[in-house]
């Protein structure tokens, strides 16, 4: 089927600046693969099912064969240099829009650099939690630390596409404001500089801010069941929630996203056990990609076969026309992103 579109990609970090060593290179694929720490002495992170992907699209688009050693795609890239390597990597990955949580602009590239390498669009996702660190550097004492995080968080809402949140768990009504005030001075006490907040207070404090911006809200937690109160408390006040879960989830995330009218869950790279659990209209497509430009290849991949299987089959059964399958692969690939995050109106 070849009428998917380009993909928005509703969540990615961007990628690392500068020429990339082995094992440099070797770490973030880990972090792809799962793994938390170095390969043990004699393998390497390209056995893994990342790094099988990797190899299976990325080295045509540097000019070279499918499947190649590792150590001649890594030395192709050097040959390339980082600049050109990622260029060649993102415009071939068929994503068109990219919505980029810019929490690390020191070590990874900010939307516009995003946009330019991938010639397209890229909007910035405000990470809560990066926010209130950045605040917390410029500040002394709770009262000011507040007063300035919601300046900050206002300010914001008025450039960014929407908020991120790393929230565990939060109820149905904010905490009180002696709650947070009493949180905040535990955290400013033992926190170092640029640390984001670690206080499940302030969490649910931020996130129930920047629901009253309006803007849309990504949750990024392990558990999404865990935030069933607050998906309950927040129906019918004007914004839009997006469940970002953890891996094994996007299936609970989508019955959520069903039960709510004002939810919506991503599928990350396999859309076939969501797309049974929820409207179509309710789902959107990311790569989670962070560091390499290949993760977006490889995600951009993954998802666009799945969604060709998945409609296909359904055509294959008589579930629907044709005309319909692309219909529906459109929505979750882009056109349900760019109602959500009103992308038309920001483009415009």
Not at 47 to 74: F, I, N, T
Not at 140 to 169: I, N, P
């Amino acid at each position: 089927m070849n009428g998917i579109p380009p993909l928005v990609d509703q969540y990615s970090r961007g990628t690392a600046r500068g020429e990339l060593g082995l094992g440099t290179f070797e770490s973030h694929l880990g972090e792809a693969a799962g793994a938390a720490g170095p390969a043990p002495p004699g393998t390497t992170f390209f056995d893994s099912r990342a790094g099988l992907a990797v190899r299976r699209w990325c080295p045509p688009l540097l000019g070279l064969e499918a499947h190649c050693a590792p150590v001649r795609y890594l030395a192709r890239r050097r040959e390339l240099g980082a600049y050109r390597a990622g260029n060649l990597l993102l415009r071939g990955a068929g994503i068109g829009t990219f919505l980029l949580d810019a929490a690390d602009p020191a070590a990874l590239t900010s939307p516009a650099e995003l946009a330019r390498a991938a010639g397209g669009r890229a909007h910035e996702v405000v990470r809560l939690e990066a926010l209130a660190g950045r605040v917390a550097d410029a500040c002394d004492g709770a009262g000011s630390f507040l007063a300035l995080t919601a300046e900050a968080l206002y300010d914001a809402a008025g450039s960014a596409t929407a908020f991120a949140s790393g929230v565990v768990s939060c109820d149905g009504s904010p905490p009180g404001a002696a709650e947070v005030c009493r949180a905040a001075s535990r955290w400013l006490r033992r926190r170092r500089p640029g640390e984001p907040p670690d206080e499940p207070v302030l969490a649910r404090h931020l996130l129930w801010t920047a629901v009253a911006t309006g803007l849309p809200v990504q949750l990024h937690g392990p558990r999404t069941e865990d935030l069933t109160g607050f998906l309950r408390a927040t129906a019918g006040l004007g914004v839009d929630l997006i469940l970002l879960p953890g891996p094994g989830q996007h299936r609970g995330a989508a019955r959520l996203a069903a039960a709510f009218p004002h939810v919506y869950a991503d599928v990350g790279t396999r859309p076939e056990e969501p797309l049974r659990e929820a409207p179509f209209g309710k789902l959107l497509f990311s790569t989670g990609a962070r560091a390499l430009a290949e993760l977006y290849v490889v995600a951009a991949r993954l998802f666009v076969r799945a969604m060709e299987r998945l409609i296909g089959d359904w055509v294959a059964d008589g579930w629907c026309r044709r005309a319909e399958a692309g219909r529906i692969a459109a929505l979750v690939a882009a056109g349900t992103a760019r109602r959500v995050y009103r992308l038309d109106a920001a483009a415009g």
